[in-house]
Nanobody, 123 residues
Framework: QVQLVESGGGLVQAGGSLRLSCAAS????????MGWFRRAPEKEREFVAA???????YYADSVKGRFTISGDNAKNTVSLQMNNLKPEDTAVYYC?????????????????WGQGTQVTVSS
C-alpha cells in the first residue's frame, strides 16, 4: 500500500521561507518520480516541482529560483524548500508519485497523492 504524508506547511509572512517534506512508503524511489503540486483557492491544481531518481529536477516558471526540490532515496523522502514566499504561493501543496518513465510536469502522470498541507503567505 502506497502512502504519502506531507508535513511542514503553515503561515508565513511574504519574503519568508518554509520547508515541506513528504514521507513515502510502499514506493521505490528508483522506479518513481516525485512531484509537488498546489491548488490555490478557486484555481486548478498546478505543477510546482518534480525530481527523478537520477536527481534531475523540474520547476514551474513561477517558482524557479525560489523553490528547491530534493530527495533522499535512502529515507524515501522528498522535500521542497520554499524561499522568498509570495502571497500568490498560498495554496494546498500536494506530494505525488508517478512512474519514472513519464513526463514529470503533467499531473495526469502521477498515480499516488498525499492529503496535502496548507501553506499561507500573508502580505
Amino acid at each position: 500500500q502506497v502512502q504519502l504524508v506531507e508535513s511542514g506547511g503553515g503561515l508565513v509572512q511574504a519574503g519568508g521561507s518554509l520547508r515541506l517534506s513528504c514521507a513515502a512508503s510502499g514506493v521505490t524511489f528508483s522506479s518513481y518520480m516525485m512531484g509537488w503540486f498546489r491548488r490555490a483557492p478557486e484555481k486548478e491544481r498546478e505543477f510546482v516541482a518534480a525530481i527523478r531518481s537520477t536527481g534531475r529536477t523540474y520547476y514551474a516558471d513561477s517558482v524557479k529560483g525560489r523553490f528547491t526540490i530534493s530527495g533522499d532515496n535512502a529515507k524515501n523522502t522528498v522535500s521542497l524548500q520554499m524561499n522568498n514566499l509570495k502571497p500568490e504561493d498560498t495554496a494546498v501543496y500536494y506530494c505525488a508519485a508517478g512512474p519514472s518513465i513519464l513526463t514529470a510536469t503533467l499531473e495526469v502522470n502521477y498515480r499516488y497523492w498525499g492529503q496535502g498541507t496548507q501553506v499561507t503567505v500573508s502580505s
